[in-house]
């Protein structure tokens, strides 16, 4: 990675989207976020370039923390430059509590159209202004199954809904369990399933209704949230349907839940989750080969209406300062040319849609670029844009579903106590 890394600059010089910077600047900028591992030696590699071309050198500061840091540092009077979220809910928060410098006075505005979709624009905007830029996006909802089993059972790959339900059925219907569903995750375990719903949500309802939803615009106990439910039932409710059974998708690990797929034989056919899953398969089965030997489908449509929807996340960048070393770090960031590091360097998925292909080291990352570049909808898991309690409580109702499903209607009760408490309405 490293080699792959250091030639990474020229590359995309070649290709014409370098970032343009008239002169050295100097000086230094503080960077706040969460990143360790390949993200940092990445994000070090790209910084790296940018000091070579500005003269400023970045201070990143790591830490597994981030909120009670930022908090801390943000009453004290003494917040870092920039900052980066894992997402937009923190820059809601602190940009309007007038905290934030406005991007579109750092930002050149006219390559930032050209670069990036409007949804990214939106998510980004606050009370009519710019404060977040995106980068190192994943895609969720794709289905991920091993195409020799597929193959081997004499299975087709489903487009809608309805058409997936029947698959399902008649894989259930053999003995065999279509689905593995795992959504343990320590304190934050439910959140998985908060993901299908969202995506089931968005392609029953769109956008619009979407964001009413995690506003807290929408009672719990709405028809229309009942239903997104009862559809999700359909997989983890019904016996046979999901390996295990609900013990087992309550107690297993979200990044051990697709092993399943590739046991001789198969125990399940089919398991839903974001593109990052990708490097867990890559750490469980380092023999696999993307494409030959795992592979994906997009979540099946419902309303054709949003068959281009998309729901997924990205880190989000904020600026606490207005200075020239700021302004030259952003509009480098929001870069093509370092947005290349992260597809080459860790396999996230650039938010900058000028960003060539040729980037992605794999044919199973550039699939996902691609259908992010031409996706007509992009939204955030609503569970992330939720407030914290109104999340805490989303994932709690998730397991206990699972657990009993019988219980939906006094589940969808307690989240609309919890909406009232949560969004003081």
Not at 159 to 181: F, L
Not at 234 to 262: E, H, K, R, W
Not at 307 to 313: N, T
Request: with cysteine; aromatic share 12%; charged share 20%.
């Amino acid at each position: 990675m490293k080699r792959l890394l250091s030639s990474l600059a020229l590359a995309t010089l070649a290709v014409g989207f370098g970032f343009s910077q008239s002169g050295s600047i100097g000086g230094k900028i503080s960077v706040l976020g969460v990143w360790g591992g390949q993200e940092a030696d990445t994000f070090a590699a790209m910084n790296q370039a940018f000091t070579e071309k500005t003269g400023v050198r970045v201070q990143f500061e790591s830490t597994r923390d981030l909120d009670a840091v930022l908090t801390t540092r943000v009453q004290a009077g003494n917040p870092p430059d920039i900052v980066i979220l894992p997402n937009p809910a923190k820059m809601q928060e602190l940009a309007k509590a007038g905290k934030l410098v406005s991007l579109s006075k750092i930002l050149d505005m006219r390559q930032f159209d050209r670069d990036y979709s409007n949804s990214w624009k939106t998510l980004g905007t606050v009370d009519g202004k710019l404060y977040g830029l995106f980068v190192k996006a994943a895609i969720k909802g794709l289905i991920w199954y091993d195409p020799k089993a597929i193959k081997a059972a004499d299975i087709t790959l489903p487009t809608t809904w309805d058409e997936m339900i029947a698959t399902s059925k008649q894989i259930a219907a053999t003995g065999v369990s279509p689905w593995a569903v795992g959504i343990e995750s320590g304190a934050a375990s439910g959140w998985v399933a908060t993901d299908w719903l969202a995506d089931i949500f968005l392609r029953l309802y769109g956008p619009e209704k979407y964001t009413e939803w995690y506003q807290g615009k929408l009672a719990w106990t709405s028809p229309e949230v009942k239903k997104v439910w009862e559809y999700f039932g359909q997989i983890v409710a019904q016996p046979g349907m999901a390996y295990g059974g609900s013990q087992y998708i309550n107690s297993t690990n979200f990044g051990d839940a697709i092993a399943p797929l590739f046991q001789t034989p198969p125990r399940a056919y089919f398991h839903d989750q974001a593109s990052f899953i990708q490097g867990f398969i890559k750490n469980q089965f380092p023999d696999l080969k993307p494409v030959q030997d795992y592979n994906f489908f997009m979540f099946p449509t419902i309303n054709p209406k949003y068959s281009r929807a998309v729901e997924g996340g990205a880190d989000v960048v904020v600026a606490f300062r207005d200075t020239p070393q700021v302004r030259a770090f952003m509009n480098y960031f929001a870069s093509a040319e370092a947005q290349a590091f992260w597809a080459a360097g860790t396999g996230a998925l650039a938010t900058n849609k000028n960003v060539s292909l040729v980037f992605y080291t794999d044919p199973i990352t550039k699939h996902a670029a691609d259908i992010l570049n031409k996706s007509e909808y992009f939204v955030f898991g609503a569970g992330d844009m939720m407030p914290s309690a109104m999340q805490a409580a989303f994932w709690k109702a998730c397991v206990d579903y699972v657990n009993d499903p019988s219980s939906l209607d006094s589940i969808l009760a307690n989240l609309e106590k919890a909406r009232l408490t949560a969004y003081k309405r």
